[in-house]
């Protein structure tokens, strides 16, 4: 029943009985190889550094990643959308000088604006100098959601406000004045050379999108370790952080990785890090063990991203970083929903017997230290329970995977129905997603299949698992040789999250085995499908 409070020893599976804690020691030893590869992972841009004084631009190699040098957010002061000539430009749509006045008074960069508003930094600098002008409705809107603009400002840019619900949950964004952007610089503008920006297709923009994403958060991943009082933020906070407005920016945080909003979610990240950091240093008591538990599962965000768009270096550090807010904060629960993205992320290092042994340590850990389970304990509990299984599975595994689904069946049947408890998006359905996904890593396709057809759509409440269940069906497809019923598959989740398909590496590469495989009937649309999301076939 979905009211019933379950004590422990209904869900105790001697199976899952403790061993010794191997857990702690896994993430230890992930840490130092994180630490010792993130270096090698950073990408390196060619960078052209316009002299402001001869218009000339030059280029140089920069490594992006190395202290210093990391490429900043744009925080920008309330008064600003005030200012009379910011007024002037929005109302005649003068997007050029809108761009001027954002570097003159808020110190932004030429790539930042690009970052902020999903552009080339060669396309900025074309408006910026008056070469391309800024007509289509939608990049206006684009333009106007990457810098967040006030409903007044987009009232005179001549946009409608957002509709109530929608409006930033970031008001700290605009608090944040770092002094150090760009220190590195000391006065010139750091901008990516016109010839690699030239082209400002969607492809160049995927390529990309990975290297800023490193590039944006490199500098809080490496930086010094949370709570200690020596960020800026910390140290120039004037003002109590607010835990009721963080605990809002990391559920909206959350949100946007559900929907599969993440370019939105990459641009929200570093702010958020930092206020976060400010958070855990300046508030004492419960508040602070709030603070903790929510920079925990905010990294816990930042690692699944990561995650996803292949950079395996930076996500082991994020999700170091969550493991050991989640153990600040004194909350078994939050410990055990960051040891699933330590699991995930000792998989995606093929540490796959490690990420085993993480999940199952972490969910018996949680049966001790928890002695009755609420629905939300019991979704955490499944969720770590799931990660195990999918990493038996990837390990070949089979009976190990099949009693670790056997388990998330029983605390599924528990919770009754699929809900979003803790971010989890636990239930019974979506532990029938994760028996396709053990079936498709098992080479069960035909069994995938069968199971996915079983599951109602309408039980999976969160964008982001249906898309994986209609990847995986694509995949179970493609292995059983039906390639019409694979792009379709790949189709409709392209239609359900976009970015999911687009930004997501394993996914294009998914496309591209569909392309090179498939048959004349739909090779011509399997192969104009993956080169519109950035494949090669």
Same mark, same amino acid.
């Given at each position: 029943?979905?009211?019933?409070?379950?004590?422990?020893?209904?869900?105790?599976?001697?199976?899952?009985?403790?061993?010794?804690?191997?857990?702690?020691?896994?993430?230890?030893?992930?840490?130092?190889?994180?630490?010792?590869?993130?270096?090698?992972?950073?990408?390196?841009?060619?960078?052209?550094?316009?002299?402001?004084?001869?218009?000339?631009?030059?280029?140089?190699?920069?490594?992006?990643?190395?202290?210093?040098?990391?490429?900043?957010?744009?925080?920008?002061?309330?008064?600003?959308?005030?200012?009379?000539?910011?007024?002037?430009?929005?109302?005649?749509?003068?997007?050029?000088?809108?761009?001027?006045?954002?570097?003159?008074?808020?110190?932004?960069?030429?790539?930042?604006?690009?970052?902020?508003?999903?552009?080339?930094?060669?396309?900025?600098?074309?408006?910026?100098?008056?070469?391309?002008?800024?007509?289509?409705?939608?990049?206006?809107?684009?333009?106007?959601?990457?810098?967040?603009?006030?409903?007044?400002?987009?009232?005179?840019?001549?946009?409608?406000?957002?509709?109530?619900?929608?409006?930033?949950?970031?008001?700290? !964004?605009?608090?944040? %004045?770092?002094?150090?952007?760009?220190? @590195?610089?000391?006065? &010139? #503008?750091?901008?990516? +050379?016109? $010839? *690699?920006?030239?082209?400002?297709?969607?492809?160049?923009?995927?390529?990309?999108?990975?290297?800023?994403?490193?590039?944006?958060?490199?500098?809080?991943?490496?930086?010094?370790?949370?709570?200690?009082?020596?960020?800026?933020?910390?140290?120039?906070?004037?003002?109590?952080?607010?835990?009721?407005?963080?605990?809002?920016?990391?559920?909206?945080?959350?949100?946007?990785?559900?929907?599969?909003?993440?370019?939105?979610?990459?641009?929200?990240?570093?702010?958020?890090?930092?206020?976060?950091?400010?958070?855990?240093?300046?508030?004492?008591?419960?508040?602070?063990?709030?603070?903790?538990?929510?920079?925990?599962?905010?990294?816990?965000?930042?690692?699944?991203?990561?995650?996803?768009?292949?950079?395996?270096? !930076?996500?082991?550090? %994020?999700?170091?970083?969550?493991?050991? @807010?989640?153990?600040? &904060? #004194?909350?078994?629960? +939050?410990? $055990? *929903?960051?040891?699933?993205?330590?699991?995930?992320?000792?998989?995606?290092?093929?540490?796959?017997?490690?990420?085993?042994?993480?999940?199952?340590?972490?969910?018996?850990?949680?049966?001790?230290?928890?002695?009755?389970?609420?629905?939300?304990?019991?979704?955490?509990?499944?969720?770590?329970?799931?990660?195990?299984?999918?990493?038996?599975?990837?390990?070949?595994?089979?009976?190990?995977?099949?009693?670790?689904?056997?388990?998330?069946?029983?605390?599924?049947?528990?919770?009754?129905?699929?809900?979003?408890?803790?971010?989890?998006?636990?239930?019974?359905?979506?532990?029938?997603?994760?028996?396709?996904?053990?079936?498709?890593?098992?080479?069960?396709?035909?069994?995938?299949?069968?199971?996915?057809?079983?599951?109602?759509?309408?039980?999976?409440?969160?964008?982001?698992?249906?898309?994986?269940?209609?990847?995986?069906?694509?995949?179970?497809?493609?292995?059983?040789?039906?390639?019409?019923?694979?792009?379709?598959?790949?189709?409709?989740?392209?239609?359900?999250?976009?970015?999911?398909?687009?930004?997501?590496?394993?996914?294009?590469?998914?496309?591209?085995?569909?392309?090179?495989?498939?048959?004349?009937?739909?090779?011509?649309?399997?192969?104009?499908?993956?080169?519109?999301?950035?494949?090669?076939?």
């Amino acid at each position: 029943m979905l009211g019933d409070r379950v004590s422990s020893r209904d869900l105790v599976s001697p199976r899952l009985a403790p061993p010794d804690l191997v857990g702690v020691q896994v993430v230890h030893g992930f840490t130092v190889a994180a630490s010792r590869v993130q270096a090698h992972t950073l990408p390196v841009f060619r960078a052209g550094i316009r002299s402001r004084h001869h218009g000339l631009t030059t280029c140089t190699e920069e490594r992006i990643g190395m202290p210093g040098r990391s490429i900043s957010l744009i925080a920008v002061p309330g008064s600003f959308w005030q200012r009379s000539e910011v007024l002037d430009a929005l109302r005649i749509r003068a997007i050029g000088p809108l761009f001027r006045l954002l570097r003159q008074y808020a110190g932004a960069s030429q790539t930042q604006i690009a970052i902020a508003c999903g552009m080339s930094q060669g396309k900025v600098s074309q408006i910026m100098c008056g070469r391309t002008q800024v007509e289509s409705l939608a990049v206006l809107e684009r333009i106007a959601g990457g810098l967040d603009l006030p409903d007044p400002a987009r009232m005179t840019l001549g946009l409608a406000p957002r509709p109530a619900g929608e409006h930033s949950a970031e008001p700290l !964004l605009h608090a944040m %004045a770092p002094a150090d952007w760009d220190a @590195a610089l000391t006065g &010139s #503008e750091k901008c990516l +050379t016109e $010839a *690699a920006w030239q082209e400002e297709d969607d492809l160049v923009q995927r390529r990309t999108f990975v290297s800023l994403a490193g590039a944006s958060l490199v500098s809080v991943l490496v930086g010094d370790d949370m709570g200690d009082g020596s960020s800026a933020s910390a140290a120039t906070s004037a003002t109590e952080p607010d835990i009721t407005v963080l605990a809002a920016v990391v559920g909206n945080a959350r949100h946007q990785y559900q929907a599969c909003q993440y370019a939105g979610l990459l641009r929200s990240l570093p702010v958020l890090f930092e206020q976060l950091d400010a958070a855990c240093s300046a508030l004492v008591g419960d508040a602070r063990l709030r603070a903790h538990a929510l920079a925990a599962d905010a990294y816990h965000v930042a690692a699944g991203l990561l995650l996803k768009l292949d950079d395996r270096g !930076l996500a082991q550090l %994020a999700a170091d970083r969550s493991i050991r @807010a989640a153990r600040a &904060s #004194e909350d078994p629960v +939050t410990v $055990a *929903a960051s040891a699933r993205i330590v699991a995930h992320a000792l998989m995606s290092g093929g540490h796959l017997a490690a990420a085993v042994s993480t999940a199952r340590n972490h969910a018996a850990r949680l049966e001790q230290d928890v002695t009755r389970h609420g629905r939300d304990t019991l979704s955490v509990y499944g969720s770590l329970v799931l990660r195990g299984a999918i990493a038996a599975a990837q390990d070949d595994q089979r009976s190990t995977a099949g009693e670790l689904l056997a388990e998330a069946r029983r605390a599924g049947h528990h919770v009754g129905t699929d809900g979003n408890l803790r971010g989890t998006a636990f239930g019974p359905a979506n532990v029938r997603l994760h028996e396709v996904s053990v079936a498709v890593l098992l080479g069960d396709a035909g069994t995938a299949i069968q199971i996915g057809r079983s599951i109602d759509p309408a039980g999976l409440h969160v964008t982001e698992r249906k898309a994986a269940l209609l990847i995986d069906t694509a995949r179970a497809y493609l292995q059983w040789g039906k390639h019409e019923n694979a792009y379709r598959s790949l189709r409709a989740a392209s239609h359900i999250a976009n970015e999911e398909i687009t930004r997501r590496p394993a996914t294009r590469r998914l496309a591209g085995e569909l392309a090179a495989a498939a048959p004349p009937s739909i090779r011509r649309e399997a192969r104009q499908f993956a080169m519109d999301i950035g494949a090669r076939p």
